[in-house]
């Protein structure tokens, strides 16, 4: 029996539209299964969100990266083209379309590779080798700005990209690739004489998240019904849509507002589907429905606009595994039925599952990517005598951690000491956004390494000060950290300069796009400087002088939905992973204490009325460095799963989650001085990015330009 005809107990989101994550209500109904026999079974292999993770999965050496995914999926394209393994109720005629549905790519020490002098697009290869039938445009791949991503779509093999709602005709390189064919709402895939159409669809605030500069992304639904409507006309009767919406609420919106799709492919939420029995990657597990709290199964069902239940499916991200969907048509080309095989396959080095890795891969991309990483591996620039806490949910996202703190110190410190130079007030709170702050793992105590610094700080953010914001505005910014707790948000800060207190029960801070805000927060009740001055005391603003603000050009620029709204700023001549560096080496002079820096926090964030005092009045030298305080009052709540916006309109007013990326229009100015001349030589090959969209403005005081950004997933 398919998976469609049993999975009577499988839960929708009733109110999703209303309430994006309000708990499910109903069940669904089984599906009426056609008599007899299927007429043709497709396997749909897919990816998603592979993010650079060339080499292997983070923490797991013998799992994952892209040489070992490359020869997996070949080899399932062969069995399953050969209907090795088939069940007794699939066709014998079959085919295999593969896709993967975004995020192809991610700025960090691996992509960096791909940015010396000379050297290929090691994503670029790697998917064209894997040679999948289509892929969707994913947020990251705008991160370092459209021209970038015409780069690495001109380095493909062909291989479509796909995106029913999005308008690229803004920007030269990409609106050329789209003349040529290479970007089209659409593609359709000649299976064993069956027509598979593949459509593409984008998270639509992407500009809230990352850098797309003048691409245009519309509203999800209408686009993508019209592309299936019009290949529907054409005679293409089996459609898969390849969306990267950022999370599986968003998925299942979509999914039940749509007809005629036969199955989807989710992106950018990195949600693990499982059944029982299937093999994870070790650390892994599946993910819970944010809905009904239930591990996500895999398919997961929801019902379409006409009551016809779609399977949805996503792959983990990281190369970790090769989605198999096993999907039964009748002679119609309506699905008959969901395979009982299918389900995740994981990529593995070890064991009884064991790949080899695919010779061309590794020797094209495996070994000079590695060799690259192993370099800035090589070079310490500092100790810690305590774990970094790096984690996401629970972690940066969430509540405030060590390695939070320690990077919101690493852009105050340049802040304060950059100021005389370009020209600006010393600065006195610092903002980092945790979803800026990427290696989502616990680095344990003992060395640091160049190559650390870019785990933690991939992106090409630049520190950027922002003069004289109003207290008001200041307490609208803490309010927009905390506006989704306890929910996970890359918008959620970390913060040096200032301590402040928090009530996640209190009224959220609402925003749109443009940083304005739709309904006043109350959550923010007490917030102390750390010289000593109160500028929230009862959830009131205390008057008083305005505050410089020291963050990223993400942020600075509205990212995360931060309320800046249009506030001139001034960047300082160093990325955040510049700063951090130097904060280390510097500053720091090499040693990370836990003193400083204790495990658990040091109590900057706090939930309840009260602040924690800065003891002594705080960081009143001027050093830049932290100034240690009791443990927090009260720990952060427990997270619970984001919003997401509405899928047939505009973005919803509540506060999304947003990963990171970079503004794209940079000038001028030279790269600072950091710890030694290989990480010179780094810096410079990572922040040399900008030059493939745009040079990066280094010096220059401006307004940030419309449609830049950072994101989560």
Request: negative net charge; without cysteine; charged residues 20%.
């Amino acid at each position: 029996m398919s998976r469609l005809v049993r999975a009577t107990g499988a839960l929708i989101l009733t109110g999703a539209l209303v309430v994006p994550l309000a708990p499910a209500a109903s069940a669904y109904a089984p599906m009426d299964t056609p008599d007899g026999d299927p007429a043709f079974t497709l396997t749909l292999l897919h990816g998603n969100d592979p993010e650079s993770a060339l080499l292997h999965a983070s923490g797991e050496a013998g799992y994952g990266g892209a040489a070992r995914y490359a020869t997996l999926l070949d080899q399932l394209r062969a069995d399953e083209n050969a209907g090795t393994g088939a069940d007794e109720g699939e066709a014998e005629l079959r085919g295999v379309v593969a896709v993967n549905s975004g995020d192809l790519y991610l700025p960090g020490p691996e992509f960096a590779a791909s940015r010396v002098e000379g050297a290929p697009f090691y994503d670029a290869v790697a998917t064209s080798i894997i040679d999948y039938d289509a892929i969707s445009m994913g947020n990251h791949e705008f991160d370092f700005g459209p021209d970038v991503y015409a780069e690495f779509i001109g380095a493909l093999e062909d291989t479509p990209v796909v995106a029913a709602n999005v308008d690229v005709s803004g920007e030269a390189a990409l609106a050329a690739l789209e003349a040529q064919g290479r970007i089209a709402p659409s593609t359709v895939a000649e299976v064993q004489g069956e027509k598979v159409g593949i459509v593409g669809a984008l998270y639509p605030p992407l500009a809230s998240i990352s850098s797309p500069r003048d691409v245009v992304v519309d509203e999800v639904v209408g686009p993508v019904q019209a592309e299936v409507d019009r290949l529907t006309g054409e005679g293409v009767d089996k459609i898969i849509l390849i969306s990267h919406l950022q999370n599986i609420t968003y998925e299942e919106r979509v999914a039940k507002e749509l007809t005629g799709v036969d199955a989807m492919v989710a992106g950018g939420g990195h949600e693990v589907m499982a059944n029982p029995g299937d093999a994870l990657v070790p650390g892994d597990s599946v993910t819970d429905h944010p809905g009904t709290g239930e591990p996500l199964s895999y398919p997961l069902l929801v019902n379409n606009a006409d009551g016809v239940e779609v399977p949805i499916v996503t792959a983990g991200s990281n190369y970790k595994y090769v989605g198999r969907l096993v999907l039964n048509f009748d002679a119609d080309g309506g699905l008959h039925s969901v395979g009982e095989r299918s389900g995740p396959v994981r990529v593995s080095g070890t064991g009884a599952d064991a790949v080899e890795p695919h010779p061309e891969v590794e020797a094209q991309v495996t070994k000079p990517v590695a060799d690259h990483v192993a370099e800035l591996a090589e070079t310490d620039v500092a100790s810690s005598e305590v774990a970094l806490d790096g984690t996401q949910n629970p972690g940066v996202r969430t509540q405030e951690t060590n390695l939070g703190s320690l990077m919101a110190d690493a852009l105050l410190d340049t802040g304060k000491r950059n100021a005389e130079e370009y020209g600006v007030p010393q600065p006195q709170i610092g903002i980092q956004n945790g979803g800026g702050i990427r290696n989502a793992s616990v680095i344990p105590a003992g060395p640091l390494t160049v190559l650390d610094t870019y785990s933690i700080a991939p992106f090409a953010n630049q520190v950027a000060v922002v003069p004289e914001i109003p207290r008001a505005q200041v307490k609208e910014l803490l309010e927009r950290g905390v506006a989704s707790a306890p929910a996970a948000d890359g918008g959620f800060m970390q913060v040096a300069g200032v301590n402040f207190a928090y009530d996640p029960d209190r009224t959220a801070q609402v925003v749109n796009e443009d940083g304005d805000v739709l309904t006043p927060g109350e959550r923010v009740r007490n917030a102390i400087l750390h010289d000593g001055t109160v500028i929230v005391e009862d959830g009131e603003v205390v008057e008083g002088d305005a505050i410089t603000v020291v963050t990223n050009d993400f942020s600075a620029g509205g990212g995360d939905m931060y309320p800046f709204r249009g506030a001139d700023y001034t960047v300082v001549g160093s990325t955040y992973q510049a700063a951090l560096e130097r904060h280390l080496t510097d500053t720091l002079e090499g040693e990370v204490t836990a003193a400083d820096y204790p495990e658990g926090g040091a109590g900057r964030i706090v939930v309840g009325d009260k602040a924690t005092v800065p003891p002594g009045g705080g960081d009143d030298d001027g050093d830049g460095k932290p100034h240690p305080t009791e443990p927090p009052a009260s720990p952060s709540p427990s997270p619970s799963p984001s919003p997401s916006p509405s899928p047939s309109g505009a973005p919803s007013d509540v506060p999304g989650t947003p990963k990171p990326g970079a503004p794209d229009d940079k000038k001028g100015g030279s790269l600072p001085v950091t710890g030694g001349a290989l990480t010179g030589l780094v810096i410079a090959a990572l922040v040399a990015v900008g030059a493939g969209g745009a040079a990066m403005y280094l010096s220059r005081r401006r307004r940030p330009a419309a449609g830049t950004g950072e994101i989560e997933g």
